[in-house]
């Protein structure tokens, strides 16, 4: 008997949705354990942590925008260097600002499928790899994209983000 497909939480199938909607056959994929961290995530896919697309919330300090920064797994974001590309600082956002502004919790932060629209740089360095993985809704859901796909599903401005 063939094993039961269980279905994926709510904010994971918004994402397969939206990936659906976007013409991505990216399927979304629940791990056993929750990869609420880049190294987390790698050491659960087996992947360099590079290869993890993390979806980072700041919040702008004078606009009080939603700012999204889809860096790699084995980046610090420089936050002085998409300030100068925003033309505004940025600070980081509370847990209550990601949820409202994505629609998911920090830890499952996809980089589509927002609650609302946001302003959003992708790291160039993703594309050092031809495949990465993103969160996909919730903390134990992620999914494979090619770098440029990405870029284009978010919308997003490329620079290096490091």
Do not use: N, Y
């Amino acid at each position: 008997m063939p094993a039961e497909v269980k279905p994926l939480p709510a904010s994971a199938q918004r994402v397969q949705d939206a990936l659906a909607v976007l013409g991505l056959d990216a399927r979304v994929v629940e791990l056993a354990m929750a990869a609420r961290t880049s190294q987390q995530a790698a050491d659960a896919l087996g992947v360099e942590v590079g290869q993890i697309a993390k979806s980072l919330i700041f919040r702008a300090a004078l606009s009080g925008r939603a700012v999204l920064v889809i860096a790699a797994g084995d980046r610090r974001v420089d936050e002085a260097k998409i300030a100068a590309q925003l033309g505004e600082p940025i600070t980081r956002a509370t847990p209550e600002f990601v949820r409202v502004h994505s629609g998911f919790a920090i830890g499952g932060v996809a980089p589509v499928a927002h609650a609302q629209p946001m302003v959003t740089f992708v790291d160039r360095s993703l594309r050092r790899f031809g495949i990465v993985w993103a969160a996909g809704g919730t903390p134990h859901c992620v999914f494979p994209i090619r770098p440029d796909d990405l870029a284009r599903a978010s919308r997003a401005i490329e620079l290096e983000t490091a």
